[in-house]
């Protein structure tokens, strides 16, 4: 993706991914702080949350607690 990003705007490789790395960086603090971000014509991302919940260990089969997050 990187390489499709630098042809089509004739950008050095390592400009487009340190852009590429600091808007990852950018979004995901954004959402850490339940921040919801709209990325106009590309996609809206906001934090959620997911409960706790039983579920198996697949080495073992042993039921095992999933932490929420």
Do not use: S, W
């Not at 971000?37 to 039983?54: C, D, K, Q």
Request: net charge negative; aromatic share 4%.
């Amino acid at each position: 993706m990187l390489e499709a990003i630098a042809g089509k705007t004739e950008l050095d490789i390592k400009i487009v991914k340190k852009v590429i790395d600091a808007c990852e960086e950018i979004l995901v603090d954004r959402i850490k702080q339940d921040d919801k971000v709209i990325i106009h014509n590309f996609g809206h991302y906001e934090p959620h949350t997911r409960a706790e919940r039983m579920g198996r260990n697949p080495q073992t089969g042993e039921p095992a607690i999933i932490p929420p997050y």
